[in-house]
C-alpha cells in the first residue's frame, strides 16, 4: 500500500490520523502542509479543497479526514484486520483555538 498524509504539524484530527497509521503500523509519507506550504498546494491540487488532514491511499484522495473515518475506510476496504491496539490520543479531536491560534501566528506555543 502507498500512502501520503498531508497533514498539520499539531492537529487534533491530524494527530488521529498519525494515530491510526502507528495502530496499525502503517508505512506512510507525511507531507507536513504547515511547515512547507507547496505541500498544502499539492494538496489542494489532488484533493479539490483546502481542509485538512487528507490521505491519499494507492490513488484514493480521503479528503478532510479524521482518524476515525480513516480507520473505518481501511477496515471497510479490508486494507487492515481489527486491531484491539489503543492508541494515546483521541482518533476524532479537532483542534483547540490555542492551537489555531498559533498556526496562524497570533500566539506562541510549546509543544
Known amino acids: 500500500m502507498q500512502i501520503t498524509a ?28 504547515i511547515k512547507n506550504p507547496a505541500f498544502r ?17 494507492d490513488g484514493v484522495m480521503l479528503a478532510d479526514i479524521s482518524g476515525e473515518e480513516l480507520e473505518s475506510y481501511l477496515l471497510e476496504h479490508k486494507l487492515v484486520g481489527t486491531s484491539a491496539v489503543p492508541t494515546d490520543v483521541p482518533l476524532n479531536a479537532p483542534c483547540s483555538d490555542e492551537q489555531h491560534a498559533a498556526m496562524a501566528g497570533k500566539v506562541k506555543m510549546q509543544f
Open 41 to 57: 498546494f499539492e494538496m489542494e491540487q489532488k484533493s479539490g479543497q483546502p481542509l485538512s488532514p487528507c490521505v491519499e491511499i
Open 6 to 33: 498531508y497533514l498539520k504539524t499539531t492537529c487534533g484530527w491530524s494527530n488521529g490520523v498519525r494515530a491510526v497509521m502507528t495502530k496499525y503500523s502503517l508505512l506512510y509519507s507525511e507531507k507536513d502542509i
